[in-house]
């Protein structure tokens, strides 16, 4: 589940961001981040929930990079590194003193087992792929590590900064689902199922001046008014985002607090089962994309904010092609489609749709009424999070679903015919790879842009917007996140002005 989840929203920046950084940091005192969704575990390389990286990615687990703020990929537990001139080989440079939680040393040699770790058939981790193009890893030094790839990655450096890259002990990693163990700037103390995880300070941290907190706490509410009430008294202090516009607008007006606006790389999308028919026709799924009108959706749904795509991507990513325009709204062309298909009376579906997530339910409900229009009628189906990511995500029963893909770079989701969708096009395959295999930016943009192409053309799914950010916290919080181009909730620099 390529990070998986929903996102939301974009506002007025009411403060900027300059005038926070401006200001000299304080040192103490506690944060607690609500956040919709509980994660499922601990452990980012073994879960692709978005959840997992939102609570413990840069906070408690760290990788050999990292992703800042504006957007630049930077040393994390590397502080450096250089690609050979055939772009196939990676040298790392590694921090000197760095050591996990639990006191052990991280080292080249323990780098170079995560990466194999990570790679191997019996490890499970969420995104093998990632890793299987490594050929061979040397470790010169305690603090050197060479990374041979078997070809070309040019997403090689992007996914050592994902959460599946993350370093773990090697001892005690068997338990990182449910007692993270990790190099960053809070330790892991405690997760009350079904209301929060805690973390503190790591007093050893690598860098001496961070973190600012002593404590945050990650509390898990669901339901986007009782974010909002929370808020109010005062029980916790940010909400990571909020996917209730109305309700939002509601605090921009509360001189108690802070909205501020952003870009995410999240894609939301009406997700559809390529192999459940009558969905493996290519032309029903042509007629269902000329039958919504994503301006509508975005007013409706997000009270205007949000950008429309027209695959999937986002415009905050680099080598973002705008094909908008491929399948204009025109219901009589998609009742066309329709009849073309062989189905001039339309047929029936269900639509079933994640509770957790309020944008996701009413968009669900105004594509609904837009299928509705030209003949297909769907059934809908409010489900809890369990069952989505049990029976639609891994047992891959479902017709229609609406969620958000957040992780940036998730494209290559498309090349896995075993993905919860099912699409299975070795068009797009051969294309990926050579997107993959690039040797310049120029190439990258053509051949990533035919990924786009090709999966639009193909209407793989209802592409609908990208997702603006929209975190809401106390006045007294300093130094949030305004974009969020990766999806960890990072409180390294985070500090309070009280």
């Not at 687990?61 to 994390?76: A, D, I, M, Q, S």
């Not at 040393?105 to 191997?120: D, V």
């Not at 339910?361 to 369990?386: H, Y």
Request: hydrophobic share 40%.
């Amino acid at each position: 589940m390529k990070k998986i989840i929903l996102a939301m929203l974009t506002f007025t920046l009411l403060i900027p961001a300059q005038q926070l950084l401006a200001q000299t940091p304080k040192k103490g005192g506690s944060l607690i981040v609500c956040q919709p969704a509980e994660p499922p575990g601990l452990d980012p390389t073994a879960n692709t929930a978005a959840a997992i990286d939102r609570v413990v990615f840069s906070n408690i687990y760290e990788g050999l990079v990292k992703v800042k703020r504006t957007g630049e990929f930077v040393p994390g537990l590397a502080t450096a590194w250089k690609v050979s001139p055939d772009g196939k080989v990676y040298t790392f440079t590694l921090r000197k003193g760095v050591t996990f939680h639990n006191g052990e040393p991280f080292t080249a040699h323990t780098a170079k087992w995560n990466l194999e770790r990570s790679a191997a058939e019996t490890t499970k981790n969420a995104h093998p792929e990632y890793f299987r193009g490594i050929e061979k890893i040397e470790t010169p030094d305690d603090h050197t590590l060479v990374v041979a790839l078997k070809d070309v990655d040019a997403l090689f450096i992007a996914h050592m900064a994902e959460g599946d890259a993350v370093m773990l002990p090697m001892k005690g990693h068997e338990n990182a689902a449910s007692q993270p163990v990790g190099t960053g700037p809070f330790r892991f103390v405690a997760w009350v199922r079904g209301d929060r995880v805690e973390m503190v300070r790591n007093e050893k941290y690598w860098n001496p001046e961070l973190p600012y907190l002593d404590k945050v706490t990650f509390k898990f509410i669901g339901d986007p008014s009782a974010q909002i009430a929370a808020l109010k008294a005062g029980d916790i202090d940010v909400i990571g985002y909020i996917a209730a516009p109305e309700q939002a607008s509601e605090m921009e007006k509360d001189k108690r607090f802070k909205v501020f606006a952003g870009t995410t790389t999240g894609e939301v999308i009406m997700s559809t089962n390529n192999k459940r028919k009558p969905f493996d026709n290519k032309l029903v799924r042509q007629a269902m994309a000329h039958a919504i009108d994503r301006e509508t959706v975005i007013d409706l749904v997000m009270f205007g904010y949000g950008t429309p795509i027209g695959s999937h991507w986002s415009p905050s990513t680099p080598y973002y092609k705008d094909l908008t325009g491929k399948f204009p709204y025109n219901p009589e062309k998609a009742r066309e489609l329709l009849a073309k298909a062989g189905y001039p009376d339309g047929f029936e579906a269900t639509i079933k749709l994640p509770a957790i997530y309020s944008y996701s339910r009413r968009a669900g409900e105004v594509i609904a009424d837009m299928l509705g229009q030209v003949g297909i009628k769907l059934k809908i189906e409010v489900v809890e999070w369990g069952y989505w990511l049990d029976r639609i995500f891994k047992q891959k029963d479902f017709d229609l679903t609406m969620i958000g893909h957040v992780e940036a770079w998730d494209i290559g989701i498309y090349a896995n015919p075993d993905y919860y969708f099912q699409y299975d096009s070795q068009e797009f395959r051969d294309a990926y790879a050579k997107a993959l295999k690039a040797p310049n930016e120029a190439e990258k943009a053509e051949w990533f842009g035919r990924c786009q192409e090709i999966i639009a053309e193909d209407a793989v799914n209802g592409y609908l917007f990208s997702a603006p950010s929209l975190p809401i916290m106390k006045n007294a919080v300093m130094n949030w996140w305004e974009n969020y181009p990766t999806i960890a909730l990072d409180a390294t620099e985070v500090w309070l002005d009280q």
